[in-house]
C-alpha cells in the first residue's frame, strides 16, 4: 500500500495518508496541506492519485486551489512546481478539447487550457514543459504549422527533450 507523508509543520511528526484510501472529499486533503504548508510537488501527487481513482472533481478541486492567487503568493518561491499545476490543468483541459465533439464545449476547453499554460509562461517564459503542453495543444487544435514551430522551440534549446521530438514528429 501507497502512502505519501506530509510533514507537520514545526515538528519532526508527519500525516500519513494511504493512498488507496484517499478522503472522498478532497477538501480533508486541502486543509491538511495548506495548514502544514506542505510543498507543492505534495499538492500535485494527491491530484494525480486523485486522477488514476478516476475522481476528477477531486484532482480539478486540489489544482484548482494549488493555482490560486493566495498560493501562489506563498509559493513564490517555488516556480516549478507551480508551474507543474499549471501544466498539468492546461493538459487536462487540453484533452477534453481533443476528445470533444461539440463545437462550442471543444473550444471552451482549448481556451481553459490556453488560459493555464499563459499563466505558466508568466511564472516562467522559457520553461520546456510549458512549450510541450503549449505544442500539443495547438495540435490538438489541428494546428500543425504553429505546434510544429512551438515544439522547434524546444528542440532547438534541448535536442533530447522527447516529448517536443515525439510532437514534433505529430506535425
Known sequence: MACVYIPVQNSSE??????DEL?????????ILKAEQA?????????REYFKQGKIKEFLQILE?????????YYSDVKYDRIAILN?????????GKVETKQRER???????THYYNKASRIDQD???????KGQLLLAKGELDQSSEVFKIVIDGRP???PALLGQGMC
Request: hydrophobic letters at 40%.
Open 88 to 96: 498539468a490543468l492546461g493538459a487536462y483541459y487540453s484533452n477534453l
Open 107 to 113: 473550444d471552451e476547453y482549448f481556451i481553459r487550457a
Open 23 to 31: 478522503p472522498r472529499d478532497a477538501a480533508d486533503i486541502l486543509d
Open 160 to 162: 533530447d527533450n522527447v
Open 65 to 73: 486551489e494549488g493555482s490560486s492567487p493566495e498560493i501562489d503568493e
Open 14 to 19: 508527519e500525516v500519513r495518508v494511504d493512498l
Open 39 to 47: 510543498p507543492l510537488n505534495l499538492w500535485l501527487v494527491f491530484a
Open 127 to 133: 520553461e520546456p514543459t510549458t512549450f510541450v503542453g
